[in-house]
C-alpha cells in the first residue's frame, strides 16, 4: 500500500512513482497496458492520483495498441498490392520493381513514425507525472476526467 495525499495536497513520492510507472510502461510495447492495468486496479483505492492516472495510461496504450494495428495493417495492405503489377508482369519488371513498389516500401515511415510519438508522448506522461504535475493526454484526459466524474 502506498502513501496517501488528499484531493487538496500534492500526490506523495509514492503516488508519482506508482503514476509515473502506468505512464513510462509504454516502453515495454503490449506488455506496457499490463502494467498499467495492474497499478490502475491495485491502487484505485488508495489513491485518486495514481486511479486517474492508470487509468488514462491503460486508456492510452490500449488505443494506441489499436491505432497503430490498424495503421500496419492498412500499410501491409498497401505494400501487398504494390505486387500485382510484378505478379501480372513478370518480365517487364526483370531489373527493377515498379516506382508504387518503392513508395509503399518508403511508407513503413508511417507506422514507425506513429508509434515513437506514442511511445514519447506516454514516456513524457510518466515523466510530468514523476515530477508530481496532474497530467492529462490530449483529448483523452479531459473525456475520462469528465468520464470518472460522473461516476
Known sequence: MIARS???TEPTQDERIMAAIAHASIIAGGFGIVAAIVIWLTQKENSSYVRFQGLQA???QFAGILATTLVWACWGCFYALSFIPMVRDPQGFEDAPPPVFWISLMSMVIPL?????WWV???YGGWRTLQGRDFQYVGLGPALRRYT???
Do not use: I, K, Q, R
Open 6 to 8: 488528499t484531493p487538496d
Open 58 to 60: 491503460t486508456v492510452y
Open 113 to 117: 513514425a506513429l508509434m515513437a510519438l
Open 121 to 123: 508522448y506516454g514516456v
Open 149 to 151: 466524474s460522473e461516476a
